[in-house]
């Protein structure tokens, strides 16, 4: 921050933190949906019957936003408002974007309406996030901290709230990519209306959205003060993300730590769009054919689990014997999910048993590989006065192979077969094991 700008301070909301049962688990669950819908959605435009290539890019174009956090996190910091009305606000209008979608599911502009309407849904889960990360933070440090606090010592001393609400986000992945999923195939087959059904899922989810956004506007709580000190709207343009990707770009340790975000999860991003497509794929074009009941119960039920089991026994094993004696570990099982789905390449005829322990195998290394990442994002952002832009930066930088390589999955997926796809993804495997160890080394005196 130049001098000129006034500091940013911090606001405590000193109500809500003995009923904090009442609205954290919901917010976390609201956070879940997001991921839940972006996963729906998918399995929608194969099921209208828009190709596998088109289908890749139309998901990783919506993902775009994801990109945009540093910018979105500077938005709600300097703009007017409590974070209870950013909230508020993108839980309404997430409500009102899946009703229009489910809307034009019925008429022949579907997937006009679908490319209108998503991008909104996915704008105002970004802003969510952010609000919500904020809020928790402002009514944890509520009863403990006076006004005037930095806002970087009230990040440092609060973890992230998933950390602690794991277990809701998890329910919410269930619920969309699990039930909702069930529900939409079994409407297929009573129906015999794949828009009707579809349709109703959306409606069902835009109804999830205006209740715990009722819920919230009932039972949050909330303060005549923002979470920090309003200010004008040129406040963006006075250079803090630039001052701190400076002073990150002065510190080999920070530029280790980049270069980490970005390629750590390299083997995953090939999978993030390709697995899924895979698993409803035709078996005349390489896939598995799974049924939307076979997948809710392979894809979103059994890897969900494995995947929050292998981040749960991941965290432990960090807290038992640091980061460093598992990281390289970590970073070899992350070529275990593609070499999971690639067994299943050459036997797409296999029993859904079988399909299911081998999703699940390659969920829970991938669950395990993940909380490494997540405590490399925690030393990256500890004890920096800058906490807040970093973790927006490290969180767009994990992201942003994802987006990127998504957009030419589909074309990969008209040149090469899903076995060529999944081998590459598990060699890619190397590169993970070697950023791990040079980020091990830089970082060994610590």
Same mark, same amino acid.
């Given at each position: 921050?130049?001098?000129?700008?006034?500091?940013?301070?911090?606001?405590?909301?000193?109500?809500?933190?003995?009923?904090?049962?009442?609205?954290?688990?919901?917010?976390?669950?609201?956070?879940?949906?997001?991921?839940?819908?972006?996963?729906?959605?998918?399995?929608?435009?194969?099921?209208?019957?828009?190709?596998?290539?088109?289908?890749?890019?139309?998901?990783?174009?919506?993902?775009?936003?994801?990109?945009?956090?540093?910018?979105?996190?500077?938005?709600?910091?300097?703009?007017?408002?409590?974070?209870?009305?950013?909230?508020?606000?993108?839980?309404?209008?997430?409500?009102?974007?899946?009703?229009?979608?489910?809307?034009?599911?019925?008429?022949?502009?579907?997937?006009?309406?679908?490319?209108?309407?998503?991008?909104?849904?996915?704008?105002?889960?970004?802003?969510?996030?952010?609000?919500?990360?904020?809020?928790?933070?402002?009514?944890?440090?509520?009863?403990?901290?006076?006004?005037?606090?930095?806002?970087?010592?009230?990040?440092?001393?609060?973890?992230?709230?998933?950390?602690?609400?794991?277990?809701?986000?998890?329910?919410?992945?269930?619920?969309?990519?699990?039930?909702?999923?069930?529900?939409?195939?079994?409407?297929?087959?009573?129906?015999?209306?794949?828009?009707?059904?579809?349709?109703?899922?959306?409606?069902?989810?835009?109804?999830?959205?205006?209740?715990?956004?009722?819920?919230?506007?009932?039972?949050?709580?909330?303060?005549?003060?923002?979470?920090?000190?309003?200010?004008?709207?040129?406040?963006?343009?006075?250079?803090?993300?630039?001052?701190?990707?400076?002073?990150?770009?002065?510190?080999?340790?920070?530029?280790?730590?980049?270069?980490?975000?970005?390629?750590?999860?390299?083997?995953?991003?090939?999978?993030?769009?390709?697995?899924?497509?895979?698993?409803?794929?035709?078996?005349?074009?390489?896939?598995?054919?799974?049924?939307?009941?076979?997948?809710?119960?392979?894809?979103?039920?059994?890897?969900?689990?494995?995947?929050?089991?292998?981040?749960?026994?991941?965290?432990?094993?960090?807290?038992?014997?640091?980061?460093?004696?598992? &990281?390289?570990?970590? !970073?070899?099982? #992350? *070529?275990?999910?593609? =070499? $999971? @789905?690639? +067994?299943?390449?050459?036997?797409?005829?296999?029993? &859904?048993?079988?399909? !299911?322990?081998? #999703? *699940?195998?390659?969920? =829970? $290394? @991938?669950? +395990?590989?993940?909380?490494?990442?997540?405590?490399?994002?925690?030393?990256?952002?500890?004890?920096?006065?800058?906490?807040?832009?970093?973790?927006?930066?490290?969180?767009?930088?994990?992201?942003?192979?994802?987006?990127?390589?998504?957009?030419?999955?589909?074309?990969?997926?008209?040149?090469?077969?899903?076995?060529?796809?999944?081998?590459?993804?598990?060699?890619?495997?190397?590169?993970?094991?070697?950023?791990?160890?040079?980020?091990?080394?830089?970082?060994?005196?610590?």
């Amino acid at each position: 921050m130049t001098d000129k700008q006034p500091k940013t301070t911090y606001h405590p909301h000193r109500r809500g933190t003995k009923t904090r049962w009442l609205w954290l688990p919901s917010l976390m669950f609201g956070d879940g949906v997001a991921v839940s819908v972006l996963v729906l959605t998918m399995v929608m435009l194969r099921r209208m019957g828009l190709d596998t290539a088109d289908t890749a890019l139309a998901i990783a174009l919506l993902s775009l936003p994801v990109l945009l956090r540093p910018l979105f996190e500077m938005v709600v910091t300097h703009f007017w408002g409590t974070t209870k009305v950013w909230i508020l606000s993108t839980q309404f209008i997430s409500a009102l974007s899946l009703a229009a979608v489910a809307f034009t599911l019925h008429t022949s502009s579907w997937l006009l309406g679908t490319v209108c309407f998503m991008p909104f849904f996915v704008c105002s889960s970004v802003f969510y996030n952010i609000a919500l990360h904020r809020f928790y933070i402002d009514t944890s440090q509520g009863v403990h901290l006076s006004q005037g606090v930095h806002l970087s010592q009230v990040h440092q001393q609060n973890p992230t709230p998933q950390h602690h609400n794991t277990t809701t986000s998890i329910m919410a992945l269930l619920f969309g990519c699990g039930v909702m999923m069930m529900i939409a195939g079994n409407m297929e087959v009573v129906t015999r209306n794949i828009r009707y059904s579809w349709s109703l899922v959306f409606y069902v989810m835009a109804g999830v959205e205006l209740f715990l956004w009722l819920w919230h506007t009932i039972f949050l709580p909330g303060g005549t003060h923002g979470y920090a000190k309003p200010k004008p709207t040129m406040g963006l343009h006075r250079g803090e993300f630039r001052i701190s990707l400076r002073r990150m770009l002065k510190r080999k340790d920070d530029i280790t730590a980049l270069t980490f975000f970005i390629l750590f999860l390299l083997p995953e991003t090939l999978l993030a769009l390709t697995a899924p497509l895979f698993l409803i794929a035709k078996p005349h074009n390489g896939g598995l054919g799974l049924s939307p009941q076979e997948f809710a119960f392979t894809q979103g039920t059994i890897a969900v689990i494995a995947i929050a089991l292998g981040y749960t026994l991941g965290g432990k094993a960090i807290k038992k014997h640091g980061l460093c004696r598992w &990281l390289l570990p970590s !970073a070899l099982l #992350l *070529a275990v999910p593609g =070499a $999971a @789905l690639l +067994f299943l390449s050459y036997n797409t005829a296999a029993p &859904l048993s079988i399909v !299911a322990a081998s #999703l *699940a195998a390659g969920h =829970a $290394a @991938l669950g +395990f590989a993940l909380s490494m990442v997540k405590q490399v994002v925690v030393r990256f952002t500890r004890n920096m006065p800058d906490n807040t832009l970093r973790h927006a930066i490290a969180r767009t930088l994990i992201a942003t192979p994802f987006v990127l390589v998504g957009m030419f999955a589909g074309a990969m997926l008209t040149l090469i077969d899903y076995q060529h796809i999944f081998l590459l993804a598990t060699e890619l495997s190397i590169a993970s094991l070697t950023v791990a160890a040079l980020y091990l080394y830089r970082t060994r005196k610590k």
